[in-house]
């Protein structure tokens, strides 16, 4: 497993419903991302669809390993990187039922797939209208360690980021499609993340407007003391590559030991009073 | 920019300060909103209305620093009843300064015209008269948009918007409507910072449907008030609360939160009854393309 590594941040904006000419776009960018020597490129929530589908989810949800999965998996071979993207994905025993996905594929191809678990439908956002939520939150074994993926709104519950470093990411991924009224909610969330996990966290935002939604970008690398490694212009496309070290951890877990203060008894309580909201 | 969640205390505090935006990122935001509009619809340019009055006056700069003065037409149309040289002027000195093309249109001839066919028609009801010269204004621009490949920005702000101050497929109708997120006292305070000139800002807004008609006259309430009401709405307080800290009648606020609810069929398309399996309207849900 290697100890450092780049990564990079791919924001883009997406053709609405387009597969074809999203993927062609991925490629482009994982291609600048390789030059630069990046091993891990990280594109947004959704970003095979664009955000913002409605009805159109049930015609473009594919499920997984499907079409656009073996799409990918011919980039990430031929340019010997992991990839991680965001699609809707339709249930393999279901013909209706889909989920909001983040998509891990390797060098040597489909790794895993990350189902949203927290699914916004509020203010502007209509998730479940569309989507199941996920059950399972899981780290991937990788050549870059362990890699953790969440998706936008589940930074707003730290549990979810928890769950996942538990499982041994020191990376957590976080896909997302956020527009501009939310940006200091993520700036700050993001870091509260990585800080209390001591861990990476690569945070992947969508640009461009979709039905009068502007997406702000910004899409950062934070460290394990919270400090911004690498960050993306707001509102626009940008390709950022930040650097990634497991060794920066070691001291910060000693210094702010957060996961060996964690009290395996609190969480019983708050199961308890969640139910009783 | 105010986030309501960082507002201490139970209730929010209804003080000209929650409508303080940071104007530079609202104008860039519209001017991004108007540019991808127009490009993804493949459209030449924009046509607007130009009264002279703010809210025109600030869509027409908009428009003209997100896609260049030379692609936005101003269409200046006024009628004999309503015309003000003042306001023909403040149109002119907007398109001037901010190099927007215009034409002028008297529209009287073809209004005229109009009551003529009408048999039931009464010229002493000010109101369906003036509602007929905000729809004949849209026939115009529709005209222009349909020949010169042109999207149709409308000027409605959020005040007007919301209680209904405004003619039911007239002066709301447009392609794109980059203020209706904006109290009419933001847009004013837009309007500064992207430089309208001051005349224009400060000058009482009307709708120019009859002589002498004035927006605040007529809806009984300032803008500086109505806007704080309308904040408050939307930001699910209750009337009592609204009433109490502003200083007002409670009655007040409740005629404008009921002239707020009894508008809503002046925003949607028009209300149909579910038959089939997808229906327009209810959930026929596309995203724009």
Redo the contacts between chains.
Sequence with gaps: MKQNFKVALAQISCHKGDKKANIQKIEDYVERARRQGAELVIFPELSLTGYILRDELYGLAEKIPGQSTIAVEKIARKYGTYIVFGMPELSEKAQATLYNTAVLIGPKGYIGKYRKMHLPTHSVFEEKRYFRQGYQAEAFETELGKLGLIICYDIFFPEVSRLIRLEGAQLIICISASPAVRRTFFETLTVARAIENASFLAYVNLVGIEDGLQFWGGSRLIGPNGKVIATAKYDEEDLVIGEIDYAEIRPIEAFVPTLRDLRAELFDKLKEKTEKL | ?P?PISIKGRTLKLTQNVLNLNWEEVK??IT??IR??VEKSKAKGIVLGLSGGVDSSTAAALSAMAIGGNKVLGLMLPERETYNPKDVKHAELVAEKFGIKTEKIDITPALEALEKTIPVFDPEDKLCKGNLKARIRVLYLYYYANKLNLIVCGSSDKSETMIGYFTKWGDVAADISPLMDLYKTQVRKLAKHIGVPDVIVEKPPSPMLWPGQTAEEEIGIKYETLDLILYGLEHFMKTEEIADQLGLQKDLVEKVKRRWQIMEHKRRIPLTTKIQY?TVGFD??????
Aim: net charge positive; proline share 7%.
């Design positions: 920019m986030n860039t935001k991004h909103f991808d509009y997808r026929f849900r596309l995203p724009f393309t």
